[in-house]
């Protein structure tokens, strides 16, 4: 049994900017040499989320528009009056959707869906560098 | 240390279709025979669910409603324009709601709620056979 | 490699009451003495939640405000017909949120952000003593 740690950088556009990272894990699992174990990926920050969907663009629209009719970007929130950073919506989204997910990893390869995609979404206002925290624990 | 690897499955209805399935990963959690870590259910599929609620029929029915509320299922979405099989509504439920969870267990034993149920739900506009995958890793 | 258990004890007013446990939890990771692994905490319950937000009051306020406007705490629910405790949206906002996340670690340290706390919100109508449970999977 060993943990191995990785990271994944990703420059994002912001505003439900989505990117697929399964072939990131899947690249950083093979490159463990881990067989059986669980990987677990987290944003070290607060305006993005991580969850799965499928990586096709309609969905990926519906999505967004989804977020738009819960937590519209528009609208002023009280963190705003906080901070005036006018990125409220994006801290809404992000406690909603959670930032971070396991994934069970099995013969060397991650359990997931044929059309099920890790995504990574970043829900802020503007462009950022963003740095994903991934950590597998296991055995060969 | 060590991992161990299982899978659970089930006939499923769709349409928001809950099924509790804490006896079965007590049953998966006893075979093992571990005592102490982390179980990992998953779905490997972008129209399900995992989360916890009381298996009672009142809130069950409450969740479809919201559900409903948030995402119709009535409803038209771009991912149904693209694929053509109606079941955009579920890709969205899945993505929030989320498609697995981890469960800490020790001295052998889930550590869970007394009124707290791990379900699955089938979010898709179908029947299905459905996998979900659970990865222990602990010590006896 | 090993396994350590831990508990965090937290008195809660509910109705969206939310608590930062990040201290809790990096106290808990230094006391194990592990430095590279998995953290993984649960609620065992039904009507709490467990994610991460900035611990900052307007944008908890937000987060009050968009709860009550998705399940709103005044509305009868079906499981409130079956219980009659009156805590419906209690338990959907929990199904909803999430009651376990996991948080890797790595060099001795909880992987966050700065501005990104760990939080648990009790959704509950009433007063409550609330037993949250820490597992970490990791080695020194």
């Not at 990703?10 to 950083?28: A, M, N, W, Y």
């Not at 999505?63 to 937590?71: C, D, G, P, S």
């Not at 359990?111 to 994903?132: A, K, M, P």
Request: net charge negative; hydrophobic share 35%.
């Amino acid at each position: 049994m060993a943990v191995y740690s990785y990271k994944i950088n990703l420059s994002t556009k912001g505003f439900c900017d989505v990117h697929d990272i399964t072939p990131q894990l899947r690249e950083i699992l093979s490159e463990s040499g881990l067989r059986e174990g669980l990987l677990s990926v987290i944003l070290a920050g607060s305006t993005g989320g991580i969850t799965t969907i499928e990586y096709e663009p309609g969905v990926l629209k519906d999505l967004a528009e989804l977020l738009e009719k819960i937590l519209p970007s528009s609208r002023s929130y009280h963190h705003d009056a906080a901070w005036g950073d006018g990125n409220g919506f994006s801290h809404l989204r992000s406690a909603l959707i959670g930032t971070s997910m396991s994934i069970p990893f099995s013969s060397g390869k991650l359990i997931l869906g044929t059309w099920q995609q890790v995504v990574f979404i970043d829900f802020d206002n503007r462009s950022r560098n963003r740095t994903l925290h991934v950590q597998l624990v296991g055995e060969k």
